[in-house]
């Protein structure tokens, strides 16, 4: 029975923070969490946030408030988007507090 347990522990572990832990203690489960979940944002707005000039706004290195106010407005539709409306409300408020954080602390290229 201890792969039984220790599957069992996993999926508790899994449970836990699918329901939306604190960003703090989901970030402390997985350090690497924050950058995982930017990972997402790579398709159109490049590794890291680094997206090629003129293809799609560079996130690297913006300033955190006001990306998460972006995030925020596509979430409640209030502000206009092709898709960022469906990628946005995929999110639980603390996995955006952890995207904007890590985008945030990228740093821009050329700077």
Do not use: W
């Amino acid at each position: 029975m201890p792969f039984a347990r220790h599957l069992m522990s996993r999926l508790s572990l899994l449970a836990v923070l699918a329901a939306g832990l604190g960003s703090t203690a989901a970030f402390a489960a997985d350090p690497n969490l924050a950058r995982n979940l930017a990972a997402t944002c790579a398709n159109c707005h490049g590794t890291d946030g680094h997206a090629q000039p003129g293809a799609m706004d560079v996130l690297a290195g913006q300033d955190k408030g006001m990306l998460l106010q972006k995030l925020n407005g596509f979430r409640d539709g209030s502000r206009p988007a092709t898709i960022m409306h469906q990628i946005a409300k995929g999110y639980t408020p603390e996995q955006l507090d952890l995207i904007t954080t890590y985008l945030a602390a990228q740093k821009r290229e050329g700077k």
